[in-house]
Each structure stands twice: as structure tokens, then as C-alpha cells.
């Protein structure tokens, strides 16, 4: 994906948002996409397992255990510490 690559998701409602891709992170062998909402104020991202789906698109499918998504935002962390400012 390119960057700075603006994605639309549809939740079950019908209701679009956008969002700015961020980066994949691979994570005990799988994927997960990180994306920032291009809604002003948008101030934390959003971590989506990304699941291939038989049709060659791939799915995003969100994560309930809480540990997952903090192994994987750390590991964002870790990636982008020069280019982003977190606050913890």
C-alpha cells in the first residue's frame, strides 16, 4: 500500500469512516493493519486483524482480547518512535 493511503471501512450499520493506513505488523503469524481516522481530533489509532477471505480480498475484523492489541501497538510503538510522538 502506498503511503499515506486513505481507506474506507463499512461497519455492520452501513456506515462508512475513513481512515489513513498506517502500517501492517505481523504478529505470532498473522496480520494486523493499524489505522488512524481522518476525522479531526482523531488522536488513537485502530488495530484490525487482516484475514484473507476466499476471494482473494482480504477482510478486517476487529480484535477483542485486549493483550493482542497491546502486543501489537508496542510493536507499532517500536517501529515509528522517530515519527510519531505517543502519549503513554
Known amino acids: 500500500?502506498?503511503?499515506?493511503?486513505?481507506?474506507?471501512?463499512?461497519?455492520?450499520d452501513g456506515a462508512e469512516t475513513e481512515f489513513e493506513f498506517l502500517d501492517i505488523i505481523d504478529y505470532k503469524r498473522k496480520k494486523y493493519i493499524v489505522l488512524l481516522p481522518t476525522e479531526?481530533?482523531?488522536?488513537?489509532v485502530v488495530i484490525l486483524e487482516v484475514?484473507?477471505?476466499d476471494?482473494?480480498?482480504?477482510?478486517?475484523?476487529?480484535?477483542?482480547?485486549?493483550?493482542?492489541i497491546e502486543a501489537v501497538f508496542a510493536l507499532f510503538k517500536?517501529?515509528?518512535?522517530?515519527?510519531?510522538?505517543f502519549i503513554d
Open 40 to 44: 479531526e481530533n482523531a488522536d488513537q
Open 1 to 12: 500500500m502506498e503511503e499515506d493511503a486513505i481507506i474506507t471501512l463499512t461497519d455492520q
Open 55 to 68: 476471494t482473494d480480498d482480504e477482510e478486517y475484523v476487529g480484535i477483542e482480547n485486549q493483550e493482542i
Open 78 to 85: 517500536q517501529k515509528f518512535n522517530e515519527e510519531f510522538d
Open 51 to 53: 484475514r484473507n477471505c
